[in-house]
């Protein structure tokens, strides 16, 4: 169940980046809320799964444990997914 609970935090943080791209920076304003969301709620899976345990963000003892560092590294990870599309999006129109 922390495995879930953390996937659920790593989703909201990358969805929270989406919201403030779109929101605050003006970033994707062409896609919609909904899609720079989703966009940033895979990002921060993408971050919290794959990304922060490059980092040591999370040793095999305590997998299921929260840590703030890997939430950080899921935030940051959906904020760079976020500009990458925004710039595919820009450059190639989709």
């Given at each position: 169940?922390?495995?879930?609970?953390?996937?659920?935090?790593?989703?909201?943080?990358?969805?929270?980046?989406?919201?403030?791209s779109?929101?605050?920076?003006?970033l994707n304003?062409?896609?919609?809320?909904?899609?720079?969301?989703?966009i940033?709620?895979?990002?921060?899976?993408?971050?919290?799964k794959?990304?922060?345990p490059?980092?040591?963000a999370?040793?095999?003892v305590?997998?299921?444990?929260?840590?703030?560092f890997?939430?950080?590294?899921?935030?940051?990870?959906?904020?760079?997914?976020?500009?990458v599309?925004?710039k595919?999006?820009?450059?190639?129109?989709?």
């Open positions: 169940m922390p495995n879930m609970m953390n996937t659920m935090l790593w989703a909201i943080a990358g969805g929270t980046a989406g919201w403030i779109y929101s605050f920076m003006d304003e062409e896609r919609g809320l909904k899609t720079v969301i989703a940033g709620m895979f990002g921060g899976f993408l971050g919290g794959l990304v922060a490059l980092f040591g999370g040793s095999a305590n997998s299921g444990d929260f840590s703030p890997t939430l950080f590294i899921a935030f940051a990870s959906a904020a760079a997914v976020l500009i599309s925004s595919v999006h820009k450059r190639f129109g989709f």
